[in-house]
């Protein structure tokens, strides 16, 4: 009589958590787009230059991103919810180096950027490819995809084996990540705690209904990328304002120092891979073949905002490593091609 009503399912708490993270993402989202149209349509008066330049920047970053991560997300679901497991194991090599060189071939046929293809490389791992696997796509996609690769051509042409190299590059650096994580003898290890166990839970999945299924793997991928998103887009707005574009250009000249600027303004613009060709061509004339070629596969690999987003799905070691090896590759790539220029 009366009695207390049951406590919820587990699952139906985590459900209604991922709701409300997606909910406050989304809510997060419009009040930055908000601002950035108020400060594009009334100049920002009550902000300082510095504050709102930052700001205009991180709202830039974000609304250049979002569609390729609500593209990559819708991806992901097809793959882990109507793609049959066993026909991405028949159409894979069995032969594992095999398997990761075609999987990094893979973003020839996907037009998305980096930060939509982790949403993708997270789709993979959960219908069953290893971490090193997804890490080999999630590196080469982004310069392997046409978009990429026409925007690139349009900018620079074949002048001093600036695409060659970067698509070249791209692929050798991404299959050396792959093998070299392929080598860890406890592969789930390179994931964070809690989407391995989302990994497990939804391995095998099937039967039941696929649209909803479909709604809810969207939302809770959603939930999970889209703060990580805006917190990247964010850091790399603020920091970008304090990098001044004078010293970049007192560096350009020189063989090894130009290579690690352009490094580190990849690594801090976090522009989307299908339009950073454009952005640094402004520095053509600046900064010797070697820093462009450096900057166009570093920065396409590794970002603040891929850092952010990776953070979701890999731990911080496995972050650290995979930016310090494609770090210490593409400085070795930049630095042939300006001895070779």
């Known amino acids: 009589m009366g009695g207390s009503r049951a406590p919820a399912p587990a699952h139906e708490h985590r459900e209604r958590a991922r709701g409300r993270s997606l909910w406050l993402g989304i809510a997060a989202a419009l009040i930055l787009g908000g601002i950035g149209v108020r400060l594009a349509t009334q100049g920002g008066a009550t902000l300082p230059t510095a504050l709102q330049d930052g700001v205009t920047l991180a709202v830039s970053v974000f609304i250049e991103s979002l569609p390729f991560i609500v593209l990559g997300v819708l991806l992901s679901v097809v793959v ?48 069953g490819l290893s971490p090193a696997e ?8 982004p310069i392997l995809n046409p978009v990429t690769i026409i925007t690139t051509y349009q900018a620079f042409g074949w002048d001093h084996g ?66 990580a998103l805006l917190v990247g887009c964010a850091i790399a707005g603020l920091i970008q304002v304090g990098i001044p574009r004078e010293w970049l250009e007192a560096l350009g000249a020189n063989p ?35 820093g462009i070629v450096a900057f166009l596969t570093f920065g396409a690999m590794v970002d603040i905002k891929m850092v952010a987003l990776m953070r979701t799905t ?28």
């Not at 997804?134 to 996609?141: D, R």
């Not at 290579?259 to 989307?272: E, G, N, P, T």
């Open 314 to 341: 890999f731990r911080t070691a496995t972050i650290v490593q995979i930016t310090a090896i494609v770090g210490l590759a593409s400085l070795v790539l930049g630095l042939g091609v300006n001895l070779l220029a």
């Open 256 to 290: 090894l120092w130009s290579v690690l600027a352009l490094m580190a303004l990849a690594f801090v613009v976090s522009i989307c891979s299908n339009v950073d060709a454009f952005f640094m061509l402004a520095f053509g004339s600046v900064f010797l073949p070697g």
């Open 80 to 127: 882990q919810v109507w793609l049959p497991a066993r026909w991405i194991d028949r159409a894979l090599p069995k032969t594992p180096w095999l398997r990761r060189m075609l999987l990094s071939l893979l973003g020839i046929l996907l037009p998305v950027c980096e930060c939509g293809n982790v949403p993708l490389a997270r789709g993979l791992v959960s219908r």
């Open 162 to 227: 600036i695409l060659v190299a970067r698509i070249v590059g791209g692929f050798v650096i991404a299959n050396l990540v792959g093998w070299v994580f392929s080598r860890h003898p406890d592969q789930h290890a390179v994931l964070t705690p809690s989407f391995a166990a989302s990994c497990s839970a939804h391995h095998g999945e099937s039967g039941g209904r696929r649209w909803s299924r479909s709604i809810a793997r969207f939302a809770e991928e959603m939930s999970t990328l889209l703060p």
């Open 134 to 141: 997804s890490i080999t796509f999630l590196l080469a996609a």
